[in-house]
């Protein structure tokens, strides 16, 4: 099964997006960067150990999706 893509072919060939489709993927971006800087926030007040590594783990989480993409977000 050959994969479904959101974008639109020009007639040379090339894949072009709308821009409610470039907005959308900027508001997932900046959402990903928003719940990214609230939990370095947490972090920076955190003095409980055990918290502190929870909150490591979700940083490096979303660390890990910003590296991979959005394929394999959801």
Do not use: C
Not at 48 to 71: A, M, P, Q, S
């Amino acid at each position: 099964m050959t994969p479904i893509s959101i974008f639109k072919r020009a007639r040379g060939g090339t894949e072009q997006i709308d821009i409610q489709e470039a907005f959308n993927i900027f508001n997932l971006l900046r959402a990903r960067y928003v719940s990214t800087q609230t939990v370095q926030v947490f972090k920076n007040f955190v003095h409980d150990r055990d918290w502190d590594l929870v909150l490591d783990r979700f940083i490096k989480h979303f660390e890990k999706h910003y590296n991979t993409g959005f394929n394999n977000s959801f």
